[in-house]
């Protein structure tokens, strides 16, 4: 299983981006997946799951601004984000296992390279 995470770049506050992420499977497979970031000098963290049958989870810091969403039929998860601050700044990783508590737990089995979000003025 392969994940690739695109999307990224510099955005000014308050702005969007959405990020993207492919996971390489068959199309009949339906991964739990989530969104982590790790900014300079901090541990990365959760920033939002979702699970095989569409369940979602957000950080706090993701509630309200943040949307994780999948397209099936594409193999592909998304992160809009809305109402970016200078803190979301980070490197953002796209996850995925057959097991939602460890995606969910940061010990996923397949993760992607990551892709840099800057949010500055």
């Known amino acids: 299983v392969q994940l690739q995470a695109s999307g990224g770049g510099l955005v000014q506050p308050g702005g969007s981006l959405r990020l993207s992420c492919v996971v390489s499977?068959?199309?009949?497979?339906?991964?739990?997946m989530a969104w982590y970031r790790q900014a300079p000098e901090k541990q990365r963290e959760l920033v939002a799951a979702i699970s095989s049958g569409g369940r979602t989870q957000y950080s706090d810091s993701a509630k309200g601004r943040f949307t994780i969403s999948r397209d099936s039929a594409k193999n592909t998860a998304y992160l809009q984000m809305n109402s970016l601050k200078p803190v979301d700044t980070a490197v953002y990783y796209c996850s995925a296992d057959r097991l939602f508590f460890k995606v969910l737990g940061g010990i996923s089995d397949y993760w992607g390279r990551g892709t840099l979000v800057t949010v500055s003025s």
């Open positions: 499977v068959s199309p009949d497979e339906i991964l739990p």
